[in-house]
């Protein structure tokens, strides 16, 4: 009792002596990172929309050298084409005035008949950059080469290759199985980089079943930093790299972020990627050629989802957005723990000087779009903030688990900052 009494006196002498510090910020955990001391608030200004005729998520971003942005997007649909685990859209217009058309769906590219032999892996795309006239799209696996998969190796191998995993199955613990291991999503690497010189029509490149594994599990939630249209206007001091980061273990739950630069002009070479390693006491990273040296340059254990950045222009800050359900998935999880996945979300908004941090939070929402929904990867287009750099738009999908199903697709969300005085 002396103890908490004391604490409770301290915490009152330092609120009362710094009310301009007070928080704004609701935290239903203790989140390990200090206040934002330039943003004050953040609140979002309409009710979310979702773009009519979309059925896809993910959506990671770049700008395109045409100004347009182009999305690479997971599992579902879009404007009555096939269903298939990989689409690039593009998009002109900012909302709610944007217009989204499909540039492809990967059909006549069947990444999953081009798995490694030996492993069990489920494949989709993820991050990418335009730097100039070339698109570059990251290929990247999960793993589910768990001890509980090892008996049905023949049949997943099988299954792995489809869009639907989970047609006709008839053994109960298997299927059971599989659905734990499809919660998990624990990472397993980049399988390869693709690319396109003509707007995304046709790719190169592509990982075969020969390729090697391109970046191990740190990276295999692979973003880039994206900055102006083609990878122009970025700042002198980062030049001439194309950045990237992931965070560790599972799509949703992993411990820390990681960063990775390599030359604008060797993206699919792996040996010219660079991997950091250390920052000195004046934020002065160092940078490795082993991909095992990584320091983190983000840590909340159990809660680091897929990371994404953007950048305000006008504010001259790196936005992170930090997801993750706010029940870490864990290998190894009872059936009663596995159950409370997935049934909410929370997200964490932070921002930097630098794209390695430090960083401080300035927003903190669980759940993650409210009782009904459960959302996830937000993303803040750098065209997308106002002239001001004091409002913009969050892209994010939601309600992969079911739900109302509402939030499926490209939705999009309106908001404001207050900068402290």
């Known amino acids: 009792m002396k103890l ?7 915490f009152c002498i330092f609120s009362c002596a710094a009310p301009e510090k007070a928080s704004s910020i609701k935290y239903h955990r203790q989140i390990p990172y200090p206040e934002s001391d330039l943003i004050q608030k953040f609140e979002f200004t309409a009710e979310p929309t979702k773009y009519l005729g979309s059925g896809t998520d993910m959506h990671w971003w770049t700008i395109g050298k045409d100004s347009a942005l182009y999305v690479i997007d997971d599992d579902g649909a879009n404007f009555g084409g096939p269903n298939n685990y990989a689409h690039l859209l593009k998009i002109t217009g900012n909302p709610p005035n944007h217009k989204v058309e499909t540039v492809a769906d990967f059909m006549e590219i069947p990444f999953r008949k081009m798995l490694p032999e030996g492993k069990l892996l489920r494949r989709y795309v993820n991050g990418g950059i335009a730097v100039d006239s070339i698109i570059y799209i990251s290929i990247y696996d999960y793993d589910w080469n768990l001890a509980i998969n090892k008996p049905y190796y023949d049949s997943l191998r099988y299954r792995m290759q489809l869009f639907n995993c989970w047609e006709n199955i008839k053994d109960s613990l298997m299927m059971q199985n599989m659905m734990f291991t499809d ?29 090697p594994r391109f970046l191990g599990p740190k990276f295999a939630g692979l973003t880039f930093v994206n900055f102006g249209s083609g990878y122009t206007q970025v700042p002198s001091e980062l030049e001439p790299y194309v950045y990237s980061m992931s ?48 320091y983190p340059i983000f840590t909340d254990s159990g809660h680091v ?5 953007s950048y305000n222009y006008v504010l001259k800050r790196y936005i992170l957005g930090i997801y993750s359900d706010t029940v870490p998935h864990k290998e190894n999880a009872t059936y009663q723990q596995w159950k409370t996945w997935d049934k909410a979300s929370e997200v964490q ?15 903190n929402e669980m759940p993650f779009g409210g009782n009904d929904h459960s959302c996830y990867l937000p993303q803040i287009p750098n065209h997308w903030w106002s002239k001001d750099g004091k409002s913009g738009i969050i892209m994010f999908a939601g309600d992969y688990t079911g739900r109302k199903g509402e939030y499926y697709g490209l939705m999009t969300w309106p908001f404001k900052i207050t900068l402290r005085k």
Do not use: C
Request: hydrophobic residues 35%; charged residues 20%.
């Open 4 to 10: 908490v009494s004391f604490s409770i006196l301290i």
């Open 183 to 211: 919660n998990l999503s624990l990472n397993y690497g980049i399988a390869g980089i693709i690319k396109s010189n003509d707007g995304g029509k046709s790719w190169k490149n592509i990982p075969d079943l020969n390729t």
């Open 247 to 294: 965070n560790d273990y599972s799509w949703e739950s992993g411990d820390y972020l990681s960063m990775a630069r390599v030359h604008k002009d060797s993206i699919t070479f792996r040996n010219a990627w660079q991997f950091l390693s250390e920052i000195d006491t004046n934020n002065i990273p160092s940078w490795s050629k082993n991909e095992e040296d990584t």
């Open 305 to 309: 989802g897929h990371p994404t950045i």
């Open 349 to 363: 908004l932070y921002e930097s000087t630098k794209p390695w941090g430090p960083w401080k939070i300035f927003y």
